[in-house]
C-alpha cells in the first residue's frame, strides 16, 4: 500500500514562528502537493511539486514556501506563521499528474 | 481549469442506489473527471476517474455523457459508512497540472 506520511497530527505554534511541516512517501511518486482544509471551503492548493527541486505555485501560496530535496519528502514552511494560518494541513502525492493521489492523515495546525 | 458545480449536500437511506451530480461547463479536451471520497479527520481518498461513457469499479460507477460538461457518480446501496464528502475533479493527465478540490458533497445515510 501506498503510504505518505506527514510528521505532525496535531501541531500548536505561536504567532511569527516559523513553521515546518513534513511529508514523506514511499512509493517514489513524481509528483507532491500540499493543500489546507477550511470547513466550508473544501481543499485549496497551496503548492505542488512535479520533480525535485522544482515547485508550482497553487491557489494561495501567500504567506508559505516549499522544499523538495529529496524524492520522497516534500516540505511545507511557514515563514511567520499567523492565526489565519490555522487549518488542516494535507499532503499528497501521485504518479500522474491527474489522476489517484494518495494522501496523509493530515496536520491539524493551530497558531495562537 | 475546469471549475466544477456540486450539490452541499444530500440524505439518502440505507440499500438506495445515491447519484451525485458534479457540472462541469468549460471541461477541456483533454481535462479527466476524477471522484473522491473524504471521511472526517483522513485526507480524501480516490473513487473513480473517467473521460467520457461510463467507468465502473467496485465501488462506484460514473456516468459521462456525450458533451462531457457533466458527469454523474452512481453509488450502489449504501450504507452508513458511505457517510462522506464526495468531491469532482476535472484536470489534464499532461503538463500544467493543477488538482483543485471545490467544497464537495456532504453525503449523509441514514439508518
Known amino acids: 500500500d501506498v503510504k505518505v506520511t506527514q510528521s505532525s497530527r496535531y501541531l500548536v505554534k505561536r504567532t511569527g514562528e516559523k513553521v515546518f511541516l513534513e511529508c514523506v512517501q514511499d512509493?517514489?511518486?513524481?509528483?507532491m502537493f500540499w493543500y489546507r482544509q477550511d470547513p466550508g471551503l473544501g481543499l485549496r492548493l497551496i503548492y505542488f511539486s512535479y520533480d525535485v527541486k522544482m515547485k508550482e505555485k497553487g491557489d494561495i501560496p501567500e504567506g508559505y514556501s516549499v522544499s523538495r530535496e529529496k524524492k520522497e519528502r516534500f516540505s511545507l514552511i511557514l515563514e511567520s506563521a499567523s492565526t489565519n494560518q490555522t487549518s488542516m494541513y494535507l499532503c499528497?502525492?501521485?504518479?500522474?499528474?491527474?489522476?489517484?493521489?494518495?494522501f496523509g492523515q493530515g496536520t491539524r495546525l493551530t497558531v495562537v | 481549469l475546469a471549475k466544477t458545480t456540486q450539490p452541499i449536500s444530500m440524505d439518502s437511506y440505507e440499500g438506495q442506489e445515491v447519484n451525485i451530480t458534479c457540472s462541469h461547463n468549460?471541461?477541456?479536451?483533454?481535462?479527466?473527471i476524477t471522484w473522491y471520497q473524504q471521511f472526517p479527520s483522513q485526507g480524501p481518498r480516490f473513487i473513480i476517474q473517467g473521460y467520457k461513457t461510463k467507468v465502473t469499479n467496485e465501488v462506484a460507477s460514473l456516468f459521462i455523457p456525450a458533451d462531457r460538461k457533466s458527469s454523474t457518480l452512481s453509488l450502489p446501496r449504501v450504507s452508513l459508512s458511505d457517510t462522506a464528502v464526495y468531491y469532482c475533479l476535472v484536470g489534464d493527465k499532461t503538463g500544467g497540472f493543477k488538482t483543485i478540490f471545490g467544497a464537495g458533497t456532504r453525503l449523509f445515510v441514514k439508518a
Open positions: 499528497a502525492s501521485s504518479p500522474d499528474r491527474v489522476g489517484e493521489a494518495f
Open positions: 468549460n471541461i477541456a479536451t483533454n481535462d479527466y
Open positions: 512509493m517514489d511518486h513524481e509528483n
